[in-house]
């Protein structure tokens, strides 16, 4: 199964950022335990490029991603550290063409319609909609572009996520709502992470 399908068939991308690095095994493994199988690392974590070397060699089973990634340099980097799809919180043109002509998914920001489909139309293969303030505005934004797959990201939480899959959003990207890296990373957080996991994906099913 490609990258795409594998993020849409999960739907849940899991963000952590600002996660030590020495947590970020035991966290993914935490957030794999609740069903949750693809993870954004984003770069302005410590170590994060490290981090993701680690992630894609020791956890094969993992879909492991770079996030707030800002420059066609910086996607290149990621991919060459094992990054199998991207994510930026803007539009850059030149990081999307560089995520496809190295061949892997690229998952632009937007918010605007006009940014929506510049992200689009420039080869980001789902837009990622941020912030996403609200299930009605993915609603609207699907409205003239119902051909754009799009993947609201901030603000998703287990009680608000059905709204937004109702409202047309293939997959979503959730942060601290699964994974607050500021909290204290103990066996009963964790425990907490796996539990967070399975309340998402029990929302979906649902």
């Not at 340099?73 to 990621?78: E, F, H, L, Q, R």
């Not at 690229?106 to 080869?123: D, F, L």
Request: proline share 4%; charged share 20%.
């Amino acid at each position: 199964m490609g990258t795409l399908d594998q993020i849409l068939k999960n739907k849940i991308v899991a963000i952590i950022r600002g996660a030590a690095p020495v947590d970020v095994r035991r966290i993914a493994a935490a957030l794999q335990l609740g069903g949750v199988n693809v993870l954004e690392i984003t770069l302005n974590s410590p170590n994060a490029l490290q981090v993701i070397n680690e992630l894609t060699s020791k956890m094969k089973d993992m879909l492991i991603g770079a996030g707030t990634v800002l420059s066609a340099t910086d996607a290149k980097a990621s991919v060459e550290a094992g990054a199998k799809f991207i994510i930026s919180p803007n539009v850059n043109i030149e990081t999307i063409v560089a995520s496809k002509k190295l061949g892997i998914v690229s998952i632009p920001g937007a918010y605007t319609a006009t940014e929506v489909v510049n992200a689009h139309s420039n080869g980001g293969d789902i837009i990622k909609i941020f912030p996403a303030t609200n299930a009605d505005y993915i609603k609207v934004l699907r409205g003239p572009l119902s051909h754009i797959p799009m993947m609201p990201t901030g603000g998703i939480t287990p009680e608000n996520i059905s709204e937004f899959k109702k409202a047309g959003a293939v997959a979503f990207g959730v942060g601290t709502s699964l994974v607050d890296a500021k909290h204290k990373i103990t066996e009963e957080y964790l425990n907490q992470i796996t539990e967070n996991a399975r309340k998402f994906m029990k929302a979906i099913d649902d």
